[in-house]
Every structure is written in structure tokens, then in C-alpha cells.
């Protein structure tokens, strides 16, 4: 299953609107024969990826897959059906399929004499590369991960408004790294006239990777001419998350990483929009200048917006904290 979750991971980003999902076939002998990954939207799933590799090898085997196997017709055949047509005796699964259209698939593959099995790794595939695209499935909204970087006590900016750099290099690299695997990054439009971000996602030498998200700009007033977002970015003219969110979910928009300055976090946290707090903390005091987000709608200590911490872990000198409104 780690293999297949490597695979899956191995996508992300360029199969929005369907999940990426990884599959790997084992022979009757367990020994690994053929890997496989969702391909972009109207292309081959994983099983059938991982099967046509695997060829002749993967009769009476094994299909270790991130998500349960498709049982249904879209834009391509069931993944139950070549499953079967390849002779595979045993499937694994770590998530099941939350969609009600697609889901299912265990119970054909039952049906048919296949063991089944399911929930293995299934908090590590529903944390990693499914995170996104399990939210979207439940809930019809790309999933929302706030990303910022901040000093010891909580600045994102000098009390003069420089910013660059507050991160470390490596905490730089890492977020163009994930830049590259998101559908879309957003901005609000006053960070545009302050920064003149390009939002792209480029590698240590500066050079644009070969997948880019879209860049996304909220708020009412014009671009400023000239700038790097002009005519690449979705300018959406309006100050609520819902209606940024609905507007991107018409694109096929899965996964999307919040940017913006304190006053966008704020209204996404406010309307409960924030599915995921990505926080890359400096070893530096600022003492002034701007904090991490205002107006978030916390007016008393009963009012704040409580996380669960999922992972903490060291970023060059940064500490990376990734953590998740409670339920």
C-alpha cells in the first residue's frame, strides 16, 4: 500500500477533477508486478494502469489499490470489470469511495469471488495525496489549505511591510514544491498591489515547473496595471469564500491553497472555509508589524477557532506545523 500511495501521490494535481489514486498489482507469488496511477481527467484509473503493465502476471494475483475500485460507467469502463477480466483473486483497499454514484465496487468484486479487504493505511491515504479530493467528494467544495509563514510571535511582516524573506529557503522550496501538485492558489487583491505575486510554482534555480496551478484573485477592485497577475489570473469580484469556492468547483477545482494576506484568511476562517492550517513558523521576533490574520470573528477566548495538530516537523530552521479545524 505504500507503493500504491507513492503512485497516488505521484499525480496529485493532474487528475482534478477525479481522485489520484495508485494502484499496485502483485503476482500469485506477492512479488510487485505493475504500477499504476489515475491518468488526466478521461484517461485510463489506476487499476487499469497498473493491470496492462502487469499483463499476464496479474492472473489469480493481488490489486493493492488506495481507493476502492469504481464499479460504475463515466468516462471509461468500470476498474471492477478489468479487475476481473485480468483474473485478480484478492483486492486491498484503503479508503472506500464516498461518492454514491462510483461507490460499490467492493460488493461487485465480492459478488464475483474476489476476497476484499479495506482500511489498510486508510488515515495515511486519507491524510496524504486523497485529502483534497475525499473533502470535495463529501462535501462538492475544493478543499482549503491556508498557507502562511510567520515570525516567533506571530508577524507576517516588518512593521514597515517587507516580508521577503521570513522563511528559510527550504520552507520556500517546499511550498513550490506543493504549489505544483494544488488546481489553484488565492490571492486577494490587495496582496496583488502590495506583492506583484506571480503565484507560479518554480524549482530551486527559479525555473517554472512544468505543472502550474491557477492563480486566483478575490476582491472587488481592478488589478493594478502591469501587474505579474494582469491577464493570468481568475479575478473573482467578490468577498464571499462560498461563492469563490462554488465559482471553482465549476472549474473541476479539487484542491486550492489560500495565500492571501491576513484580512482573506480571516474570511475564510470566519465562514469556516479553512479545511487545513499549513504554518511555517521562523526562528525570528518582529515585535510590530501586521499578524497572521484579523477578522476572523473571534471576539472572546470562547470564540477561537481550536485545531487538532496533525504533524510537526523541522523545515531547514523553520518549524512546519500542519494542523485541522476540530470537529
Known sequence: MALAIAESERVRG???????????????????VGFG?????GGAHAEVMALHEAGTKARGGTAVVTLEPCAHYGRTPPCTEALKEAGIKHVVHAVSDPNPRAAGGAKVLT????????????????????????????????????????????RVAASDGTSQWISSET???EVHEL?????????????????????????????????QPLPVVVGMSDLPR????EHTALHLR???????????AERGVVEVLLEGGPTLAGAFLRAGRVDRVLAYIAPALLGDGPAAVLGAGVSTIT??????????????????VSAVPRT
Open 14 to 32: 493532474a487528475t482534478s477533477p477525479n481522485p489520484p489514486v495508485g494502484c499496485v498489482i502483485l503476482d500469485e507469488g506477492g512479488k510487485a
Open 37 to 41: 496511477a489515475t491518468r488526466p481527467i
Open 111 to 154: 459478488d464475483a469471488g474476489i476476497t476484499v479487504e479495506s482500511g489498510v493505511l486508510e488515515q495515511e491515504v486519507s491524510r496524504g495525496p486523497l485529502r483534497a479530493w475525499l473533502h470535495y467528494a463529501r462535501t462538492g467544495r475544493p478543499h482549503v489549505t491556508w498557507k502562511y509563514a510567520a515570525s516567533l510571535d506571530g
Open 171 to 173: 520552507s520556500r522550496r
Open 179 to 211: 504549489r505544483a501538485k494544488l488546481d489553484a492558489i488565492i490571492v486577494g487583491s490587495g496582496t496583488v498591489k502590495a506583492d506583484d505575486p506571480a503565484l507560479t510554482a518554480r524549482d530551486a534555480g527559479g525555473m517554472p515547473l512544468a505543472r
Open 226 to 229: 502591469g501587474a505579474k497577475l
Open 238 to 248: 467578490t468577498h464571499d469564500p462560498d461563492e469563490v469556492l462554488a465559482a471553482l
Open 303 to 320: 470564540d477561537a477557532v481550536r485545531l487538532t495538530v496533525e504533524d510537526v516537523t523541522m523545515s531547514g530552521p523553520d518549524l512546519r
